[in-house]
């Protein structure tokens, strides 16, 4: 399964990769996100609760990133496992652009499932990451012009 996509963040480029590098803030942006520990600059694990059409599941992962190209660019990956509900792994790909007073953020994401997830249906799984996504990315740029304008 592959997502990509474009946002315009109203925040500047240096504040939005703070932002995607802050717990706190991820924690509160990610859908069903229970609990994010950062380990270190590049090792995040995260205790997430999904519903995927009929299957709810509890997810525990972990997360690396590679901050290589930073802040400009930048790339993550991890892996998931919810137990009976199956697994998942992937990564994504992503892009922060100055313009003006904003940001864009592209991101291009890759990710297979297992299990009874994968059972599901490509179009509902696909429907569903695409909706998770929209939401983080909506509560990411909402939680980033609160920040701006406080």
Avoid: W
């Avoid at 924690?27 to 995927?52: F, M, N, W, Y």
């Avoid at 972990?62 to 009976?84: H, R, Y």
Wanted: aromatic residues 4%.
């Amino acid at each position: 399964m592959e997502l990509a996509d474009e946002i315009i963040i109203n925040a500047p480029k240096d504040a939005v990769y703070a932002a995607l590098n802050d717990a706190d803030i991820l924690q509160k942006c990610i859908p069903g996100c229970e609990e994010l520990i950062k380990h270190s600059d590049t090792e995040l694990e995260a205790k997430v609760v999904l519903k995927i059409g009929p299957v709810k599941a509890r997810f525990s992962g972990a997360v690396e990133l590679d901050t290589v190209g930073a802040p400009d660019a930048f790339s993550l990956s991890g892996q998931g496992n919810g137990g009976a509900a199956g697994h998942a792994k992937g990564g994504a790909d992503v892009t922060l652009s100055a313009d003006g007073d904003t940001t864009i953020l592209k991101y291009d994401a890759k990710a297979e499932i297992g299990g009874k997830l994968a059972q599901l249906g490509s179009r509902l799984i696909q429907g569903t990451a695409k909706k998770l996504a929209a939401k983080f990315f909506k509560s990411f740029a909402d939680e980033m012009e609160n920040q701006t304008v406080a």
